[in-house]
């Protein structure tokens, strides 16, 4: 109540130290948010066809399910706020916040007494730090409705959110849906709609990471290309979404032995497509996430640590042969731990899921196997420097860089296609637009036409020529490589691959011949860097 009224900008220096503050604490505007009605309105952003649309007159009752942790307390009940203003009050059964050991005193007894009063809204609190996913199973297993709804703590739902995703479940409980994400600036706090479907769908690459994809001609034509209507989508994004409760421990809940945050909502996808359910995104439902400039948590013995356990644990449960994709971006991390996935390989067992190779036949056909199409694959090292290309992380729309080979793969894992492509994280390429001396290469999405994208590499010089303007890749003076004028005596256009496939590679099915432990070779997917499978 104090700041109603008051400028959304800070005013003085006092005010600017707050609105810095803010920003450290949460990753997000908090000055802003702090003074913003907790009942503000935001643009309806579905597509008008979805606003005549009818529902089932008998929906199921729904559990919403926040879980916070330091959360800045106004975020907080704006997230709240929004679903009791927004939704049907017969379809929300109850609404359950679960604190994962804040410490943040207007967490506590301030939060309590707001929501004392409100029969509706519960408040469930750990007495150590679990994570998000196991917080996320406190409420599951708290909850009393037919349906469980998790959405993130700085969220804003839309007008109509609610009804489409219930609808999908009602039809059937083993559909699990998940609204489309509209983004609220982390910055401003502005509602806008610039991410996730009409469009795209969820997907992942070989690294396991959830990526928006482009939704396929099959699936448009499955739709009939109504832009209202579900999208079966891969994966999911793993924030927001809804599912029956009863098929949710059916199929296993979450995996207790992921720590923290991370990777679960792949392996919950795989789960679902594997064992006989369906993921779908629904474009009439919209619901507003603030993107975070920065994570603003801890992650306890850090986050490598943490997201490596996480993806290996679903790489050995569901990924079957094809987890050796995984391991070739990171060979170093093949010989960690990651804990007893028994009851994981149970529930395979118990409900007869599908192989993996099967979800990537009838589920995402359109992944690129990475090493299915490469002529190399590895570092991109120039010998007399011994330094590699190098991303640094960076994703499209970004100079590639040079680092000092370390031999890990991860940023200087770079793949030499079929096609004349260097490839990067199965769907970035290296890209020069135009003829300059001196000038950088850049990273975008690959689009399989050659031209910008197209190289050639030669064996005997070891230069890699861009065919379009007829340069050659310079290591430069500085962290950055660049492009000029070939010479074939140069020291510094010379560059090598430190993992020459020297694979024997089947058209048809894209495997390769691979030692087996008895007298006969083996047909497998394809590794670059794995030993057995030189020939």
Request: charged share 25%.
């Amino acid at each position: 109540k104090k700041y109603v009224g008051k400028s959304l900008d800070p005013q003085n220096e006092d005010e600017k130290k707050e609105e810095s503050q803010g920003f450290q604490n949460n990753g997000f505007n908090q000055f802003r948010s702090d003074r913003l009605p907790l009942d503000r309105e935001v643009p309806d952003t579905r597509d008008p066809r979805c606003i005549g649309k009818t529902y089932a007159t008998n929906l199921p009752s729904t559990s919403v399910i926040i879980i916070f942790h330091n959360e800045a307390f106004t975020a907080l009940l704006r997230t709240v706020t929004s679903v009791l203003n927004r939704s049907p009050p017969q379809l929300i059964h109850e609404i359950l916040l679960v604190d994962d050991y804040s410490n943040h005193d207007d967490l506590k007894d301030d939060l309590n007494k707001i929501f004392e009063q409100d029969t509706k809204v519960k408040i469930l609190r750990h007495k150590k730090r679990e994570g998000l996913i196991r917080a996320r199973m406190t409420g599951a297993e708290a909850a009393t409705g037919k349906v469980l709804l998790f959405l993130d703590s700085h969220c804003e739902v839309n007008e109509g959110w609610l009804e489409p995703l219930l609808h999908r479940i009602h039809i059937n409980s083993s559909i699990v849906v998940c609204p489309v994400i509209d983004v609220i600036s982390w910055e401003k706090l502005e509602y806008s709609t610039i991410r996730g479907p009409p469009g795209v769908r969820g997907g992942f690459n070989w690294n396991l990471q959830f990526k928006w994809k482009k939704i396929p001609d099959y699936e448009q034509k499955r739709r009939g290309f109504d832009e209202t209507r579900e999208v079966h989508s891969p994966t999911m994004a793993g924030g927001l979404f809804a599912i029956d409760r009863d098929y949710f421990f059916k199929i296993g809940s979450y995996d207790p032995g992921m720590d923290i945050w991370g990777g679960e909502n792949l392996e919950l996808s795989f789960r679902i497509w594997m064992c006989g359910g369906q993921l779908e995104l629904i474009p009439c439902s919209r619901v507003g996430h603030i993107f975070r400039k920065r994570q603003p948590y801890t992650f306890p013995g850090g986050v490598d640590k943490i997201l490596v356990k996480n993806n290996m644990r679903l790489a050995e449960a569901w990924m079957d042969s094809y987890k050796e994709y995984y391991y070739s971006k990171r060979p170093s991390i093949k010989k960690r731990d990651y804990g007893d996935i028994s009851d994981r390989l149970a529930i395979r067992e118990k409900l007869k899921c599908h192989s993996f190779e099967w979800y990537l036949e009838n589920v995402y056909p359109e992944l690129p196997l990475p090493n299915g199409n490469l002529y190399h694959g590895g570092s991109v090292r120039n010998p007399q420097s011994n330094l590699c290309l190098d991303t640094f992380g960076r994703r499209e729309n970004n100079d590639v860089g040079l680092y000092t080979c370390h031999g890990q793969a991860g940023n200087q894992d770079f793949g030499f296609t079929d096609i004349g492509e260097l490839q990067f994280e199965d769907d970035l390429c290296l890209d020069v637009s135009k003829k300059t001396r001196g000038g950088h290469i850049q990273i975008f999405v690959c689009h399989g036409l050659g031209g910008n994208q197209k190289w050639e590499y030669n064996n005997q010089t070891l230069s890699l020529r861009h065919v379009v303007t007829g340069m050659c890749i310079e290591k430069g003076n500085n962290n950055y490589p660049v492009m000029n004028p070939c010479v074939s005596s140069s020291l510094n256009q010379k560059w090598e691959y430190n993992n020459q496939t020297l694979s024997l590679r089947h058209v048809v099915t894209g495997m390769c011949i691979e030692k087996g432990n008895n007298n006969y070779p083996v047909m497998n997917p394809c590794v670059s860097s794995s030993l057995n499978q030189k020939w």
